[in-house]
């Protein structure tokens, strides 16, 4: 069984991270991860995040209120444990303006590095605290996974992948996609939110079944 698999998702949205490993474990389960495509496509929590971003417990507390956010950030330390992630909420300061984090994503998908940088950029964010809206800090990334600095900087004022990120945004939309992870696999069939593990292996069975029906 082999597999292209379609991912919009924020690098600031912890339920993207929970669905990686989720969708990680069950490609793993049925031995097929090393013969999986997966393509990270941009969506952006807040577009209109000011360009040096917001300060976190702020940006918390106008959208959910202060106590809510505080009971949010608890479920989700719980759910990230189940699934060995360590979010490390209380080391946030920032909230960040991801377009530049898209654009490096995209470059490096031209390098055949999405993957490992969108892994970095999750760990830099949720364990390690770091402003992944910073150009010094994603050029560190960037370069921890084997990315050539002065290119990934040269990628984060680029005109073309601003662009190109746009684009695919307005494609997200288009498809009437209001909220991430949303998963396409093989262009054909999509799974939105993080579903877990045992229900990606029963829709991922069933869909190459040698009795599923196949698309016309």
């Not at 307005?170 to 909220?179: H, V």
Request: charged fraction near 25%; aromatic fraction near 8%.
């Amino acid at each position: 069984m082999s597999l292209t698999i379609s991912v919009f998702s924020d690098v600031i949205c912890p339920w993207c991270l929970i669905g990686k490993r989720r969708l990680e474990r069950a490609l793993d389960q049925l031995s097929i991860r090393n013969s999986t495509t997966v393509e990270w496509l941009p969506f952006e929590l807040n577009p209109n995040m000011p360009p040096e971003g917001m300060e976190r417990a702020r940006y918390r507390a106008q959208k959910f209120g202060a106590d809510r956010a505080a009971t949010l950030d608890a479920h989700l330390r719980e759910l990230g444990a189940a699934e060995g992630i360590s979010f490390m909420f209380d080391c946030i300061q920032r909230t960040p303006n991801t377009r530049c984090a898209h654009m490096l994503i995209a470059y490096a998908g031209r390098q055949g590095k999405a993957d490992p940088l969108v892994e970095a950029l999750f760990r830099a964010y949720f364990e390690h605290g770091r402003d992944v809206g910073r150009e010094d800090v994603l050029v560190d990334v960037a370069a921890s996974v084997g990315l050539d600095p002065d290119e990934a900087a040269q990628a984060l004022v680029s005109e073309r992948l601003r662009e190109l990120v746009v684009e695919v945004e307005r494609r997200a939309s288009d498809l009437q996609i209001a909220g991430v992870p949303f998963f396409i696999v093989d262009n054909a069939w999509a799974v939105s939110g993080a579903q877990t593990t045992e229900q990606w292996l029963a829709a991922l069975n069933e869909r190459h079944s040698p009795e599923a029906p196949v698309d016309p």
